[in-house]
């Protein structure tokens, strides 16, 4: 892997934790000191995609993807992005059974597709958007992201510990790797 590649698979990887983590933005509602509710926000990166966690999880699939390349990594990153994908199928359902006709208006102006509803006019940001992502909740993800990044070493050092035991004889998988 060259030194530009693993620079752009980790600027994709860190991008992709603001869009994954847009619901720290109601703390009290992540700690469930608050009962989580369905918002209906049309700021800040819904402005992008009205679904950041999909997004999020697309680029941070990829991104490993790109860096371990496994058969074991490609499946583990469809069945993320899928679940996420069913997330955004599910959530509009849950979205338009709890705000109706709101909600309509909210999707007739926002996408899923990053940027989509901005380069087809449905969107327009303001001249001082920066300020939307401009929050608390944000230095917190990129300060955790950068943790997280200094201690992958750490990590791969503690997994390397660990044994692989592979298939176990006897198991329910043997009829699909033992003919």
């Known amino acids: 892997m060259t030194p ?10 860190f991008a992709s934790f603001f869009f994954l983590y847009p619901s720290v933005f109601n703390l009290k509602e992540v700690a469930a000191v608050e009962k989580p509710r369905l918002h209906l926000w049309e700021t800040g990166i819904i402005r992008i995609t009205r679904h950041p966690q999909m997004v999020g999880q697309v680029m941070w699939s990829a991104a490993h993807l790109a860096m371990v390349g496994s058969s074991f990594t490609a499946l583990t990153m469809v069945l993320l992005v899928g679940h996420h994908l069913f997330a955004c199928w599910n959530g509009d359902r849950r979205l338009l059974k709890e705000h109706g006709d709101a909600f309509l208006a909210v999707k007739e102006r926002t996408s899923i597709i990053p ?14 958007y920066y300020k939307e992502l401009i929050r608390a909740p944000y230095v917190l993800i ?3 992201t950068m943790g997280a990044y200094l201690a992958h070493p ?3 050092a503690g997994a390397a510990l660990v044994r692989n035991t592979g298939l176990v004889p006897g198991g329910i998988l043997d009829p699909l790797f033992h003919h």
């Open 154 to 156: 750490y990590m791969q």
């Open 4 to 13: 530009l590649f693993m620079c752009v698979v980790r600027l994709v990887n």
């Open 142 to 144: 990129a300060v955790g």
């Open 115 to 128: 940027f989509a509803a901005i380069l087809e006019g449905r969107q327009v940001l303001p001249a001082d």
